[in-house]
Nanobody
Framework: QVQLVESGGGLVQTGGSLRLSCAAS????????MGWYRQAPGKQRERVAH???????NYADSVKGRFTISRDNAKNMVSLQMNSLKPEDTAVYYC???????????????WGQGTQVTVSS
């Protein structure tokens, strides 16, 4: 059974840094794209950063220049380095992966359970 497990959330002051990590496990054949989303109270979930299997990354305008996404294909892991954090970055952050569990299976989207990031002013 596929699982995505996030770690690294917490409380930080404005201007601080956090690093989120996500490990995918459970009979995975291949992973296409991986990414991070966030959802603040009362708001819709939004994509923060996305990275392909080839390493091509893109970011939401609100985090460009501050956040960096990376992945380790050998370990089925994706990380998000978050610098210069702002109170508006406060949200639950979710790991996302588009993967398949066998060579003839379709890609499916999986989600982690979420990790809270709180930036105090």
């Amino acid at each position: 059974q596929v699982q995505l497990v996030e770690s690294g959330g917490g409380l930080v002051q404005t201007g601080g840094s956090l690093r989120l990590s996500c490990a995918a496990s459970g009979g995975i054949f291949s992973i296409n794209a991986m990414g991070w989303y966030r959802q603040a109270p009362g708001k819709q979930r939004e994509r923060v950063a996305h990275i392909t299997s080839g390493g091509s990354a893109n970011y939401a305008d609100s985090v460009k220049g501050r956040f960096t996404i990376s992945r380790d294909n050998a370990k089925n892991m994706v990380s998000l380095q978050m610098n210069s954090l702002k109170p508006e970055d406060t949200a639950v952050y979710y790991c996302n992966a588009v993967l398949r569990i066998g060579p003839l299976n379709h890609d499916y989207e999986y989600w982690g359970q979420g990790t809270q990031v709180t930036v105090s002013s």
